[in-house]
């Protein structure tokens, strides 16, 4: 049978992607003879392997037509001798390989990858072979392999519209419903889909069943999700700045609402100053980014020249570039005043940060 094959990452996500190819190979009998998973969304790999596995193997001969093996086991003649047997029952023999040792940018001393990659070509029409790794040398003989002979994934987090079909779709398994705008900006409030944090859907997954368990009705409200958010008081106040510049006013609102409300009322003035000085800390962050891009500065200096993480400086400047210079310290001078004139007692604290939301 003729091998499916396809060097490039696909337009749209593996989630969606790997659904289709194996939908069609159970209609055409035309299965890849190669996979390799990778990704940082490792949820999303899980769920593939389970899926491609519920494809081709027939639960009742799991046993002898899937063949799993781990990091501790991974070695060339094992894998190749699996994908030699001959399926019992099922549509093929599956063989999953915990292939990170492969992968790795280390040595390849014992070479098990270039074994394999030389095998690659060569496995038979009867056998499904799935490699999984979290992060792959592309210069590695066995990644050029895969690319050229099989199907290669990168399972990236999900966009913007996949997220919310997949957050909708595990409430409505439990029995619940939400505004589904809601749910997406909990989900990106809580760090999913950034750069440099370590929320992935498992953790989303676990904030979902939690707030599941806690929701009295079929709906669920704003403060119950929102009870059990936790995103870092200076991921809020830089996502409050963004959003009152991007003119989402209504927005920059909501955050300030889900950093001080759920806060017991003793506890509120102090959460308020402490916001605020996080709000000033990056108006900071963002003048001085502005200046000195201004004179020409490139980010990886600056970050050096300053100290502060280049991935922040980033997100600074493309939210510094939707003011001037001479805005951005009109804004930070506006947000010295509200500090003073809170801690002066000359405004209620609540109104006097809302009327600076609208300022800006």
């Not at 949820?43 to 799991?62: D, E, H, N």
């Not at 003793?266 to 100053?273: A, D, E, H, T, Y």
Request: aromatic fraction near 8%; charge should be neutral; proline fraction near 4%.
């Amino acid at each position: 049978m003729a091998n499916t094959s396809r060097q490039s990452q696909p337009a749209e996500h593996p989630f969606k992607t790997i659904r289709k190819i194996m939908t069609s190979a159970q209609e055409t009998g035309l299965y890849p003879r190669v996979m390799l998973l990778y990704g940082a969304e490792e949820y999303l790999v899980s769920w593939a392997c389970r899926y491609i596995t519920g494809c081709v193997v027939k639960p009742a001969v799991a046993s002898i037509d899937l063949t799993r093996l781990s990091e501790e086991s991974v070695n060339a003649s094992e894998i190749m001798s699996a994908c030699e047997t001959l399926p019992f029952m099922s549509k093929r023999k599956l063989v999953i390989v915990d292939a990170d040792p492969l992968f790795s940018s280390a040595k390849d001393e014992d070479g098990a990858g270039k074994k394999l990659s030389d095998y690659i070509p060569r496995i038979p029409d009867t056998t499904m072979l799935v490699l999984v790794c979290t992060k792959p040398n592309k210069t590695r003989a066995l990644y050029k392999a895969a690319a050229k002979s099989g199907l290669v994934f990168d399972f990236t987090p999900l966009d913007d519209a996949t997220l919310k079909g997949w957050i909708q779709k595990r409430l409505a398994s439990a029995g619940k419903t939400a505004d589904p705008v809601m749910l997406l900006n909990f989900a990106k409030a809580s760090g999913y889909g950034e750069k440099d944090s370590t929320y992935s859907l498992y953790n989303l997954e676990n904030d979902l069943n939690k707030v599941v368990a806690l929701s009295a009705g079929k709906e669920i409200s704003r403060q119950e999700l929102f009870r059990i958010y936790s995103a870092p008081a200076q991921t809020n106040a830089f996502t409050l700045i963004d959003s009152a510049f991007s003119g989402s006013k209504e927005a920059a609102y909501r955050i300030l609402a889900d950093s001080i409300d759920l806060q017991q009322a003793s506890k509120q003035m102090g959460v308020i100053l402490g916001f605020i000085g996080l709000l000033c800390s990056q108006l900071e962050i963002m003048v001085e980014t502005a200046e000195r891009r201004a004179e020409g500065q490139d980010l990886a200096f600056i970050a050096k020249e300053t100290g502060i993480n280049e991935y922040r400086l980033r997100k600074a400047a493309s939210a510094a570039a939707k003011r001037t210079v001479p805005q951005l310290r009109a804004d930070l001078d506006a947000a010295y005043q509200m500090e003073k004139d809170i801690k002066n007692g000359v405004m209620d604290a609540r109104l006097c940060i809302e009327l600076f939301i609208a300022g800006l």
